[in-house]
């Protein structure tokens, strides 16, 4: 009798926590937000495209990455054709010269038309760049965690708030899954499917497929209780809302004195820590009357830890380096030069990279998983 491999706990496929997606995909955001060197843009978007395609499960929300990809292209494009229009002919290298129209007095100091520099459009790609890696980021976090699972982690208490914002943030991935579905049965009936024809053909099913969404989330949430509450004491009420508003005044306090950059950096993160303290027991007060279950949370174990510290390390380190050396983080455009790679930053973006190494594998997600799931069921007809 042949001897059996059992595979480790580490190797089988699991869902990694939503938060801990989201949280690295905030982290990139972070570093994404403090630089505007396309070099490290690109080097951004590079890691958490190969992180997606790495983990991303089998799902109709999973191929959120290409459309977000997608949106930030258009979004450069329409920067630059801006700068075009407005730019005012910054720079001393002039591309070429647009007609120029007239405007008010009112209106002084906006132009319209008149020499286009290859300084202003440079610029206005590197600003463009910055939106779109960004998007790229919240792409990334959108094709790695589950909504409905997102939804089973908030608190009680903004159960009602977390259902508006997951489906707001499974709008992108359904409209991405409704194309497709259009595109394919128009393609098996021999109508077009590219280009502006098979657009315009396809907005109504598209549309239509969306309200039918909306009537079935409608009746399963008034058919599942939803809003339904239990009593709570006039006085847990009165905590509760007092512990709240004191998070929100010292919250406003401490962000509002470390983006300003208030001397006595201590007494800022004081305040952000007595809020983040308060919220979090107000809120566990306040989710006393939701009438509300979990069943079969996702663990939150080391996988989820290395993902937020890959995350977040690089935010601090792009922070540290942009009190340092801040020339380092930008992409200069006067004069016009080829824009460096920082080591520093390029390491920490690399970091970032970990979680496609050290997560879980998604159930079905990818030629690894399946190998997986291979090797279990072989396992078992030989057992």
């Known amino acids: ?60 929300w999973a191929n959120s990455f290409a459309l977000f990809c997608r949106l930030g292209i258009v979004v450069i494009a329409i920067r630059v054709v801006v700068a075009m229009i407005l730019g005012g002919g910054l720079g001393d290298h002039v591309l070429f010269t647009l007609p120029s129209i007239q405007l008010p007095d009112w209106v002084a100091g906006i132009t319209l038309g008149g020499p286009v520099t290859a ?31 997102l939804l089973a982690t908030v608190p009680a208490a903004l159960y009602e708030v977390g259902v508006s914002i997951v489906v707001a943030l499974s709008f992108a991935p359904q409209l991405v899954a409704d194309v497709s579905r259009v595109q394919t049965a128009r393609r098996l009936r021999g109508r077009p499917h590219r280009g502006v024809r098979a657009l315009a053909g396809s907005a109504m099913p598209v549309f239509e497929g969306a309200l039918e969404r909306a009537v079935d989330l409608a009746a399963a949430m008034d058919s599942r209780g939803y809003g339904r509450t239990r009593p709570m004491k006039p006085r847990d009420q009165f905590i509760a ?58 663990p939150w174990a080391l996988p989820e830890w290395l993902v937020l510290l890959s995350g977040w390390i690089p935010a601090a380190l792009f922070i540290a380096v942009a009190v340092n050396d801040p020339a380092s983080l930008t992409g200069q455009t006067s004069p016009l030069q080829w824009p460096a790679l920082p080591a520093i930053p390029a390491i920490a973006v690399l970091m970032a990279a970990l979680p496609g190494i050290v997560t879980p594998l998604p159930p079905g997600g990818g030629p690894a998983s399946t190998g997986v799931a291979s090797e279990l069921r072989r396992q078992e007809v030989l057992s």
């Not at 790609?125 to 790229?136: C, H, K, N, P």
């Not at 305040?271 to 949370?297: D, E, K, N």
């Open 241 to 298: 809302r007092v512990l709240v508003l004191i998070s929100l005044i010292a919250l406003s306090i401490g962000v509002y004195a470390l983006v300003d950059g208030v001397d006595g950096s201590w007494v800022s993160w004081s305040f952000v820590a007595i809020g983040i303290i308060c919220a979090m027991v107000g809120l566990r007060i306040a989710g006393r009357r939701s009438i509300r279950t979990r069943y079969r949370p996702d």
């Open 119 to 149: 300084e202003a459009l440079l610029s206005a790609l590197y600003e463009g760049a910055v939106i779109a890696a960004i998007l790229a980021c919240i792409g990334a976090a959108n094709s790695l965690a589950s909504p409905a699972r």
């Open 1 to 60: 009798m042949k001897p059996q491999h059992r595979l480790g706990a580490a190797a089988l496929p699991r869902w990694t926590h939503p938060v801990a997606w989201w949280a690295w995909a905030l982290g990139l955001v972070a570093c994404v937000s403090r630089t505007t060197n396309p070099l490290l843009h690109a080097l951004i978007v590079s890691v958490a495209g190969w992180v997606v395609a790495r983990r991303r499960p089998e799902a109709p």
